[in-house]
């Protein structure tokens, strides 16, 4: 847990703020896994701290999310209507 501290502060992962008045602070917790090597035989042990954002409401502690997520059959069908109207190679200047 130590070193998971030290790389967080060393990241400048965030910004002590004064909390606005009548708000509290959003919780957090540890999260244990233990890693193993292919033999069953112990890796490492690794600790995360995660925020326990399921308190927040909506346009109240956030405004918006966005995870840019992108599905490998999503990048395959791409690619494919790409190749199939030969897009790919006249992007990048061949004919």
Not at 14 to 23: D, I, N, R, S
Request: proline letters at 3%.
């Amino acid at each position: 847990m130590a070193a998971e501290l030290v790389a967080l502060e060393s990241n400048n992962t965030w910004t002590v703020m004064p909390l606005p008045a009548g708000k509290r602070a959003i919780g957090c917790k540890w999260v244990y896994k233990v890693k193993c090597n292919a033999d069953g035989s112990l890796d490492k042990c690794k600790a995360r701290l995660v925020a326990q954002g399921f308190t927040q409401q909506t346009e109240i502690d956030f405004l918006e999310t966005f995870s840019p997520v992108a599905k490998l059959t999503s990048v395959r069908i791409l690619l494919t209507n790409a190749a199939k109207k030969k897009l790919a190679s006249s992007a990048i200047g061949h004919q």
